[in-house]
T-cell receptor, first 112, second 114 residues
């Protein structure tokens, strides 16, 4: 099955850029997703990228996709304390309709 | 606003006492999912409904069941909760348009088992 890996922790200062990395194994994925989860809450879709794109920018968020290396990254510019959360990379996996396989999540901590 | 609503927000049950978690959606999506998320772990898919078709994941314990009486509602039944079933349960929906598996999640139900 699909395997999705993320680093567990990232700590940055307010105003700096954050880069969260993700690797996956299934090369047939069409869309790849980033979700954000605040403490005690559900998952919020942040952004996604179609697999024929290398980059997608959405305000402070930039997604980079290296399909050859099966590497996905999320860059948050001008990181704010409100960005502190867990960020999940998610990749379609298996034959089930809409089944997403999530990475284990990266805990982003933003220091003032 | 169109959304996915889960009730209750927090649920406490006793070991072995059946419990039902609820999810409703106003998005008119044809697919509804139940994910289990334990502390500091990735969400894990338990099962999903594609319209009325139930799809169980191979490793989902028999203790977990689901019902979808109509498009808007989906229930998760835990027949005999064990201590290991304490987790956040997340409901999600998807319209599956153009092969985009974009999922919309509810706020989750945090289940405690005493």
């Amino acid at each position: 099955g699909e395997d999705v890996e993320q680093s567990l922790f990232l700590s940055v200062r307010e105003g700096d850029s954050s880069v969260i990395n993700c690797t996956y194994t299934d090369s047939s994925s069409t869309y790849l997703y980033w979700y954000k989860q605040e403490p005690g809450a559900g998952l919020q879709l942040l952004t996604y990228i179609f697999s024929n794109m290398d980059m997608k920018q959405d305000q402070r968020l930039t997604v980079l996709l290296n399909k050859k290396d099966k590497h996905l990254s999320l860059r948050i510019a001008d990181t704010q304390t409100g960005d502190s959360a867990i960020y999940f990379c998610a990749v379609p996996g298996g034959t089930s309709y809409g089944k997403l396989t999530f990475g284990q999540g990266t805990i982003l901590t933003v220091h003032p | 606003d169109a959304m996915v609503i889960q009730n209750p927000r927090y649920q406490v049950t006793q070991f072995g006492k059946p419990v039902t978690l609820s999810c409703s959606q106003t998005l008119n999506h044809n697919v509804m999912y139940w994910y289990q998320q334990k502390s500091s772990q990735a969400p894990k898919l338990l099962f999903h409904y594609y319209d009325k078709d139930f799809n169980n994941e191979a490793d989902t314990p028999d203790n977990f069941q689901s019902r979808r009486p109509n498009t808007s509602f989906c229930f998760l039944d835990i027949r005999s909760p064990g201590l290991g079933d304490a987790a956040m349960y997340l409901c999600a929906t998807s319209g599956l348009k153009s092969g985009n598996e974009k999922l919309f999640f509810g706020s989750g139900t945090q289940l405690s088992v005493l």
